[in-house]
């Protein structure tokens, strides 16, 4: 049996392009992995098909993990497998839960079958999957830019301490574009380095959010992704555990901290 780590992420600051002629849009980012995680148990069936169960009701049936077997199944042998996701993430959140889900299960698989692909291969199965998901190859903390595939590793530095909110309301990933889009129009874009361009469709719950988490006493509070997940961040453990309980009316709130790409890349057998 293998068991494998997949943290959600957060993004440091988010800056959306105009669409391209691909009807894609371009991204510059930072993103960090933390201590928010859901696990994928993977180990060898006798049944005759490979069987996916979750503690999450609402799995689809078709969803990153069987994406992912599809793909590896033009490139490998893969034989029947019991699959197990444990999620913590929430979903329709910005924190890249799905992502991270394939991800996990391309590093499980090869773990469990104890074979490799080519960088290049196991980058253009992650790619094919979503746009985020290369990153959580990588893991710790990267800057990403591009459509999301270009990404450079970043020293994981020293550990920094985060408060997440999920308010009580989703955004789809295609719904905020199209809004951002429709909100903007033409526009000419020069990359901030900063804030979160989605803040200017998130719904009233995120802004909420984010100003209990400024009240709080974060030196920084924004959106991550699309949303609708908001997250603080604090000098220390001790202090994100007391903005944490003065925020509890704003959704679920999850305490966390920064991953070492070591710590985001775990894999136990």
């Known amino acids: 049996m293998v068991r494998v780590v997949c943290p959600a992420k957060l993004n440091l600051f988010l800056n959306v392009s105009p669409p391209l002629s691909s009807g894609y849009h371009a991204i510059v980012s ?37 994406k992912v077997l599809g793909r590896m199944h033009e490139l490998i042998d893969v034989p029947p497998l019991r699959v197990h996701l444990e999620k913590r993430i929430p979903s329709e959140a910005g924190l890249g839960g799905g992502s991270s889900n394939a991800a996990g299960m391309i590093r499980g698989l ?77 526009f000419q874009w020069e990359p901030q380095n900063a804030g979160n361009d989605f803040e200017l469709v998130a719904p009233a719950p995120c802004h909420a959010a984010i100003s209990a988490l400024q009240q709080a ?41 920064s991953l070492s790409r070591v710590e985001s890349l775990a894999t136990v057998q």
């Open 30 to 66: 930072e993103f960090q992995a933390i201590s928010l995680i859901d696990t994928i148990d993977l180990s060898l069936s006798d049944g005759p098909r490979t069987l996916i169960t979750s503690n999450w009701d609402d799995l689809p049936t078709e969803n990153t993990l069987t």
């Open 110 to 186: 090869l773990a469990l079958l104890r074979t490799e692909l080519p960088w290049g291969q196991e980058h253009a199965v992650a790619a094919s999957i979503g746009a985020d998901v290369p990153f959580f190859l990588i893991g710790g903390r990267a800057h990403v830019s591009g459509t999301g595939t270009e990404i450079e590793a970043l020293p994981d530095g020293t550990p920094r301490h985060f408060v997440v909110i999920k308010p009580p309301v989703g955004m789809s990933t295609p719904h905020a574009y199209r809004q951002l889009d429709d909100q903007r129009g033409d």
């Open 217 to 257: 006493g974060a030196k920084l509070a924004q959106l991550t992704g699309s949303g609708s997940a908001v997250f603080g961040e604090f000098d220390t453990a001790t202090d994100s555990e007391a903005a944490a309980r003065r925020v509890t009316d704003h959704g679920q709130v999850f305490v966390t901290r």
